[in-house]
């Protein structure tokens, strides 16, 4: 039984099979063989085996994302039976008597620089599938397994760190917990594990050569702990904890249905955050009031590619459709800072959060602006949608959103596509915003605060950045100051105010946001009832 402490980002308790994602870079040793027909027979096998594991990704894709975006994995595929590759790799087990792992890596290696060395674009978008196809047949090779995010059960997610499109591409029926080497509490994979309701646990020291993918792991979110093959007697303690747990569930469940409205009668709207389509379904179950920050920017991740104007008119119809007469916020893409996307070619910033992201991107390239406009503006006949714009810090940035906006009317009345332009609101998350928010509130229809980068521009402090966790405060007094001028400024013009950053959800805050008068808290779907729960005690 091994032991190990970490920081819990998410409270709760979950026992089961350790799933390990290790994508560090692998070290492979050079080393001599005896005899290397054996190497090439093993590499012929572990092709195979990587083929039979690209077919089921694509499978897979094909009916999550579309055929489009499952077209890498068939890219994948043929590169993996290209007869340059596959006699480079025999060549070199043959001439110099390696071991296939470091026959591939090498090969990897000189094919990806010679991709990247190219002046065809497209062709130096192969130097990663070339690496990625390498990676594979050397886990295949090692025994290692692939990196799969698709479980066969539910399981113990363990990695050194998970990015945003990892994140998105799990099947979240199968996560029970997360425990991570690195990560912050502001993180992807902390959002995420607040919206599904699972424990987990960041800046754990745990090697992850020593983890046997199916061991049993016991995560603890409320001591902070994972306990990595416990004893029968630990076991049964930590699930009579979660029968502890679930019952406080069940009756958090009584009040599905209640509104939220406090002792005094004051009502609060509590809406629930979302990445993508598919948590949809968490926002029902939670019975939320309608959806405050549906992060469009997930639809860009894990892509070769931009997502059309037809596939984002898919998602957001979809859930449009789903949520009825609910209403469904959607944040236009916020690509950039520690969200970054290769096809979109942002280059290496020495501050990514104070760089090139966001709206700015937006208006620097409004080709991609105008697409998703399109998509949204289509879909807003499908339901009750609203808009809001990312990292607004000027009237003149909304002057330019604006003129944007007449432009994408234009081009739909032409093309006599059906359409209505939505309630258009801002995301007030910059200094800069706050202090001019009686300005803008005459310009926008409602005002969503984020927190999250509120927070990080007014501390000057990283939120990604693990080692400024004691520095972070987000119950900082200048942060309550400016929630409740943008909530002023707001009201001013008849307009309405909500916070759609983590600390909507932090309890010990909620009487205080209620005397503010924020009308909206949009939160995980996982605390919507808890949030329920704390405002209908409030006197």
């Known amino acids: 039984m091994v032991k190990l402490n970490g920081k819990s980002v998410y409270k709760g308790i979950a026992v089961g099979p350790v799933v390990v994602l290790d994508h560090r870079e692998q070290k492979v040793k050079r080393s001599k063989v005896e005899n290397p027909e054996e190497e090439i027979v093993r590499v012929g096998q572990a092709v195979k085996v990587a083929q ?97 995010l698709d479980f066969a059960e539910p399981s113990v997610v363990v990695a050194d760190d998970l990015s945003p499109s990892e994140t998105v591409q799990m099947d979240k029926e199968k996560i029970l917990a997360f425990v991570t080497v690195h990560g912050s509490a502001n993180s992807h994979t902390a959002i995420l594990a607040r919206m599904m309701n699972i424990p987990a646990l960041i800046g754990v020291p745990v090697d992850l050569e020593q983890i046997r993918p199916g061991m049993k792991a016991i995560v603890d979110g409320m001591q902070g702990e994972v306990i990595f093959d416990p004893v029968a007697s630990v076991c049964e303690d930590a699930q ?58 997930f639809l860009y991740l894990g892509r070769e590619d931009f997502p059309t104007e037809e596939e984002q008119l898919q998602a957001y119809r979809q859930v449009l459709q789903t ?46 602006f105008k697409t998703q406009l399109r998509a949204l503006f289509r879909a807003a006949v499908h339901g009750n949608l609203s808009v809001m714009y990312p990292m607004i810090t000027s009237t003149e940035e909304v002057e330019k959103i604006y003129a944007i906006v007449e432009e994408v009317k234009k081009e739909l009345e032409e093309a006599q596509a059906p359409f209505k332009v939505p309630e258009q609101g801002i995301m007030i998350e910059t200094p800069a915003a706050v202090m001019i928010s009686d300005s803008l509130a005459q310009m926008v229809d409602f005002f969503s605060i984020g927190t999250n980068d509120l927070t990080q521009y007014t501390l000057a402090i990283d939120r990604q950045n693990a080692k400024l966790d004691d520095f972070y405060n987000p119950h900082h007094e200048a942060i309550l100051r400016m929630i409740q001028m943008v909530v002023r400024s707001a009201h001013k013009y008849g307009k309405w105010a909500g916070i759609c950053g983590e600390l909507g959800a932090d309890l010990e805050l909620t009487e205080a946001f209620v005397r503010m008068g924020v009308d909206e808290l949009s939160v995980s779907p996982s605390m919507v009832l808890p949030l329920r729960k704390c405002i209908r005690e409030l006197a």
């Open 240 to 297: 009579c904890r979660i029968d502890k747990e679930k019952e406080k569930l069940r009756l958090l469940q009584e009040l599905k249905g209640k509104e939220n409205v406090t002792l005094s009668g004051k009502r609060m709207n509590i809406y629930a955050n979302i990445g993508g389509v598919g948590d949809v379904g968490y926002v029902l179950e939670n019975d939320a009031g309608g959806i405050g920050l549906f992060r469009s920017e």
């Open 52 to 148: 039979l594991q690209l077919h089921k990704l694509y499978k897979k894709a094909v009916v999550e994302v579309g055929e489009n975006s499952a077209a890498i994995f068939e890219v994948h595929q043929m590169m993996l039976e290209d007869d340059d590759y596959l006699e480079a790799i025999h060549n070199m087990i043959r001439t110099e008597m390696v071991g296939a792992e470091y026959a591939v890596a090498v090969t990897g290696d000189n094919f990806a620089e010679m991709f990247a060395g190219m002046d065809d674009d497209y062709m130096k978008a192969r130097a990663a599938d070339v690496k990625d196809i390498s990676n594979r047949l050397i886990q295949c090779l090692s025994g290692r397994g692939e990196n799969n």
């Open 323 to 368: 949520m009825g007469e609910k209403k469904v916020i959607i944040r236009t893409l916020d690509i950039g800072a520690d969200k970054q996307v290769d096809y979109f070619n942002l280059g290496k910033e020495e501050n990514p959060a104070l760089g090139y992201r966001a709206i700015r991107i937006c208006l620097k390239q409004p080709d991609i």
